[in-house]
């Protein structure tokens, strides 16, 4: 379990540095920066109840998309993982001028799924499960965004133009996603390949 609240805070860590990175490096941010509201403003309005609701839904979706591992401590990481990836609000609700959710890119997606790969790493074997960890809640968390219609830079850091995919590409997501979690569910059926997370 120790492994798991480790792994949570490295990937913590690493979503809000490539976020940071992201923010410091998106193209033209003159075209798609986002005027803030004081942090205290936002939890006061609707909008905080909003965010509240948000994490919830990640949460779950996270949950139910791991749960295709058919392990606990997967769909735990799925979860919270899914929750994570909106650390990069983070920057925005403490005022900062940045261009919105760079974690919301497939740049992000493979930045974090190789880096906890390789930072996980076991006998020097990449962490191959992690990686589908990784990528499992990020299709989870953009299914979860899409469902409502959200627009994503999903080209950042290259672009932050937000880019509004098909009204259905959702489902695309979340098939992605099961299948991501259901194949990392997989190699631990396999156990002392070096793929175990704990
Ligand atoms: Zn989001």
């Known amino acids: 379990m120790l492994r798991i609240v480790v792994i949570v805070i490295t990937y ?13 490096h998106s193209g033209t941010p003159g075209k798609d920066i986002t005027i803030p509201s004081p942090i205290l403003q936002y939890v006061e309005d609707a909008g905080g109840k909003g965010i509240v609701a948000e994490l919830l839904v990640n949460a779950v979706v996270g949950a139910a998309v791991g749960a295709f591992s058919l392990n606990v401590r997967i769909a735990l990481l799925c979860s919270a993982f899914a929750v994570l990836i909106d650390i990069d609000h983070t920057m925005w ?10 974690n919301h890119s ?14 996980f790493r076991n006998k020097s074997r990449f962490n191959a499960r992690l990686f589908g960890i990784v990528i499992a809640s990020f299709c989870a968390h953009l299914s979860a965004d899409l ?7 999903l080209l950042m850091p290259f672009s932050a133009e937000r880019i509004s995919p098909p009204a259905l590409s959702y489902v695309g997501f979340l098939a992605t996603g099961i ?3 259901a194949l990392s569910g997989i190699k631990s059926d396999r156990g002392k390949n070096g793929v175990e997370i704990d």
């Open 12 to 24: 913590s860590v690493l979503a809000g540095a490539i976020s940071l990175w992201c923010f410091l």
């Open 93 to 102: 609700y403490l005022g900062f001028p940045v261009p919105g959710r760079p």
């Open 106 to 119: 497939f740049g992000f997606a493979v930045l974090a799924a190789v880096s906890m790969g390789l930072v």
């Open 147 to 153: 469902f409502h219609g959200a627009s994503l830079p």
């Open 179 to 181: 299948l991501a979690a």
